[in-house]
Each structure stands twice: as C-alpha cells, then as structure tokens.
C-alpha cells in the first residue's frame, strides 16, 4: 500500500473487508483493527464442511455491509495458536472483536437470516439501515400507485443484494399493477424455496392471482359482447296479413 497522500487513501477506499490472518499478523488484523470497526474472525479449516456453507454467506453480508464491519479468516490447522489460547473447541466459530475485546460471537453454520441479525445487533443498526429505508420509500411509492418509481427502488436493493425477499416481491408487485403479467411471474420464480412462505411473498402471489381472475373474466366478458345473437333455426311458416286463402271444402257423400 503507498503510503504518501492521496495514493494511500485511495488504496485503502478499495482495499477489501474480508482477509485471511495468521498467528503473527493476528494483533494488528483483529485486535488493532477492532478499535475502528467491529472485526468478525472465522475460525475453520478446510476439511470442515459446514464452514464452506458459512463462509460464502459471511463473505456476501460483509461485503454488504460497507465498510462498518470487516471478516478475518484463521486457518486453525496452519495457525492453531491464537483458537487454541481463546478455547475454540468446535468449528466453524465466529468470534466478533469491539474496541480490542472479544464482544460476541456464534458457533455453527447459520443461514442468511440470522447472520444478518447477528452483524445488524453488532453494529447497531447500521449494517441494513439503507437497504431497509429504500425498502421503505419503495412500499411507499407502489401504495400510492407510482409503480414505475417504485420498481427503480426494489431495483436499487436488488444490485446490492439479488435475493432480498421484499424486494422481489415489491417488484413482482409492480409488473402487477402495470399488467405485466408474465414477468410479475418470472420475478417470484426467483424467490428461494425457503422464502416461499413469506408474508411479501404471499402477498405478491395473491395480487398476481388476482389480478389473473380479472383478465380471465375480463376476456370471457369481451367475448359475450362481441358474439352475435343467437338465432334459431326452426322455420316458421308465411302468413300474409292481409288475405286469408280458405280451404276448400270437402264435398259430402250424398245419402239416397
């Protein structure tokens, strides 16, 4: 890293929030660090598989955080000196350092969800804070019926993050409500299975079957306006209504 003026300060803007440690450069890494920014350390190896379910989705909510928390990744099998002094009896283990001091942590491999809880409560809020306010502006604008500044919102979360649930189905909402019917369908395809069931999910489903019944009623109800009457068949015989032909009449047999 250049370390003169302008040089070092834009190298530090890219430097990266995730990075791998060791023993030696363990102090300046977490400790030092931590007095700045709250520092997850990952302990695993890599014969553990539920740390490869972990760390990608570390990683993902690190990078999302934007700088207000950094990742440390220990490897225990090449330096096991620093997990064996703090007790890590267990992998993967995630222990989370404020202001030089172990604050927090987990064992296990959690999803998403809780992850997200986990740095949201170490960072106090912060990490989430702007994708929840552009969450909040966008439900606001598809209730008062601006679906197209709406869908840019949901858009903007989704860049940053592609499977946010509120986002797909706020935007799922919106092709809804501007009768795009097909890619309203397309975009609650893209909801994970575990996230089926949930409320905005449901929701948008419910407005897509919805509005579905309309179109359907709404193509049954064009087709009975535009087909002609129905005419019957049966042919009725011609009578004139101003003369009257009347039958001849059979003569009597005579009686002698």
């Not at 404020?98 to 296990?108: H, K, S």
């Amino acid at each position: 890293m250049l370390q003169n003026g302008g040089g070092a300060m834009a190298a530090g803007a890219s430097e990266s929030p995730i990075k791998d440690t060791t023993t030696a450069a363990f102090v300046q890494d977490v400790i030092e660090e931590s007095k700045h920014q709250p520092v997850l350390v990952d302990f695993w190896a890599p014969w553990c598989g539920p740390c490869k379910q972990l760390t990608p989705i570390l990683e993902k909510a690190v990078n999302g955080a934007k700088g207000a928390v950094k990742l440390v990744k220990m490897n225990i099998d090449e330096h096991p000196a620093i997990p064996g002094q703090m007790g890590i009896q267990s992998i993967p283990a995630v222990i989370a350092f404020v202001n030089g001091q172990p604050a927090d942590g987990f064992m296990g491999a959690l999803p998403e969800s809780q992850v997200m809880a986990f740095l949201e409560r170490l960072t106090k809020g912060k990490v989430g804070a702007e994708e929840k306010n552009l969450l909040k502006e966008a439900d606001a604008a598809l209730a008062a019926g601006n679906a197209a500044q709406a869908a840019d919102l949901y858009a903007k979360i989704l860049a940053q993050d592609s499977g946010d649930v509120a986002a797909l189905a706020g935007l799922a909402r919106c092709y809804v409500a501007t009768g795009n019917i097909e890619q309203a369908k397309k975009t609650l395809a893209m909801v994970p299975e575990a996230k089926a069931n949930d409320a905005a999910v449901a929701a948008a489903r419910a407005a897509l079957e919805i509005a579905e019944l309309a179109k359907a009623v709404g193509r049954s109800t064009s087709w009975n306006a535009r087909s002609p009457p129905i005419r019957s068949t049966t042919r009725r015989a011609s009578i004139s209504p101003w003369r009257s032909t009347p039958r001849a009449s059979a003569p009597r047999p005579s009686i002698t």
